[in-house]
């Protein structure tokens, strides 16, 4: 249990978690290795990666005094499960599977399942999720990541889809507890050429964004 605080308190604490999702696995231990320089420790590989568990291991292996390594795009107890053998150290979800929150919680892992309406965000929270990934974010973006947090201030909120370096701010103070951004932080085509000296660049940002807008609540 307390190797699962001191992931999810460090997650948190950066505040940010850098979805990769490209088609050639080849490059993501760099890409992660130059977020993580930029203070993004975060990295969901998603697994719809080709070879996904195999980037898993080479990642942890790699990096694990630098990154939290987990996976992404899960949607099923049994991916999660073979993902955490690996070594992800975090499953995220598009959707709602009680099954999948239950098996990552008897692994002591992290698990933030995907949910958008009150009903299935509750239910998430209910199941066991330690925080709930409010998918896809741009559609209602910050205000209705406010509305919800009024009836339902216990629930942890994770944006994905529709966050970006003008928006995450407002994510956060709209009352998400990290937000999580894929393109928007890690293009494909800087993961492509290599450009690791931008993507650490545009992590640091990311992290100094979400920073200030917690500052800023705090006053």
């Not at 307390?2 to 088609?23: E, K």
């Not at 291991?57 to 993902?83: F, N």
């Amino acid at each position: 249990m307390g190797n699962f605080c001191s992931t999810f308190d460090s997650m948190v604490d950066c505040g940010v978690i850098a979805v990769l999702r490209t088609d050639s696995p080849s490059q993501l231990v760099s890409t992660a290795s130059a977020l993580a320089k930029g203070g993004v420790r975060s990295v969901e590989v998603t697994m719809t990666t080709p070879g996904a568990l195999d980037v898993v291991r080479d990642a942890v292996r790699e990096l694990k005094e630098e990154a939290i390594i987990g996976v992404g795009s899960v949607l099923d107890a049994q991916t999660a499960r073979a993902a955490i053998l690996a070594g992800a150290e975090f499953v995220v979800s598009p959707i709602l599977d009680p099954d999948m929150i239950l098996l990552v919680n008897r692994y002591g892992k992290v698990v933030i399942p995907g949910a958008f309406t009150p009903t299935e965000i509750l239910e998430a929270w209910e199941a066991g999720a330690d925080a709930v990934k409010i998918f896809p974010a741009s559609v209602g973006g910050p205000a209705y990541l406010k509305a919800i947090k009024g009836p339902l201030p216990q629930v942890k909120l994770v944006p994905t889809g529709g966050v970006s370096l003008e928006t995450a701010a407002d994510f956060i103070k709209a009352g998400a507890e990290m937000v999580a951004a894929g393109g928007k932080l890690v293009p494909a085509k800087e993961i492509a050429a290599g450009m690791f000296d931008e993507i650490a660049e545009r992590a640091r940002k990311f992290v100094e964004a979400v920073a200030a807008a917690r500052s800023e609540i705090a006053r």
